[in-house]
């Protein structure tokens, strides 16, 4: 899959989301990037000389926000390679652009890892 077409599939799974959620995404600017930086799989904990990230969530949740005025808009990063290499046909690469976009988008709205995991995220 290029990354012409992974763009557009990132684009379906936002504009799939309930119009509850996606009015509050206008906060959130989602950008698609080849690999996550050394940096950014450092943030998470990860070792960047074995570990690699499908996505990033960086900012403050909504839930923290308080009187957000003035903020930089979050920013929720999906990174083409990592999820690329690690499926074996497009349906796969599909399925797992939509569990990677909608997990960064769940730490946008304050739901954190655990929770996620319970429920297949
Ligand atoms: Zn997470």
Same mark, same amino acid.
């Given at each position: 899959? +290029?990354?012409?077409?992974? %763009?557009?599939?990132?684009?379906?799974?936002?504009?799939? *989301? /309930? #119009?509850?959620?996606? !009015?509050?995404?206008?906060?959130?600017?989602?950008?698609?990037?080849?690999?996550?930086?050394?940096?950014?799989?450092?943030?998470?904990?990860? +070792?960047?000389?074995?570990? %690699?990230?499908?996505?990033?969530?960086?900012?403050?949740? *909504? /839930? #923290?926000?308080?009187? !957000?005025?003035?903020?930089?808009?979050?920013?929720?990063?999906?990174?083409?390679?990592?999820?690329?290499?690690?499926?074996?046909?497009?349906?796969?690469?599909?399925?797992?652009?939509?569990?990677?976009?909608?997990?960064?988008?769940?730490?946008?709205?304050?739901?954190?890892?655990?929770?996620?995991?319970?429920?297949?995220?």
């Amino acid at each position: 899959m +290029d990354r012409k077409e992974f %763009t557009r599939v990132v684009r379906e799974v936002l504009q799939s *989301l /309930p #119009e509850e959620f996606a !009015a509050h995404m206008a906060h959130a600017e989602v950008v698609i990037d080849d690999d996550p930086s050394a940096e950014q799989i450092r943030s998470v904990g990860l +070792d960047p000389g074995r570990d %690699t990230l499908f996505g990033l969530y960086e900012g403050v949740p *909504l /839930p #923290e926000r308080g009187d !957000a005025a003035g903020t930089l808009p979050d920013k929720i990063s999906i990174f083409y390679r990592p999820i690329v290499d690690a499926c074996a046909s497009p349906a796969e690469i599909r399925e797992e652009i939509r569990i990677t976009v909608l997990h960064e988008i769940a730490h946008f709205f304050g739901i954190d890892d655990g929770d996620l995991d319970d429920w297949g995220y």
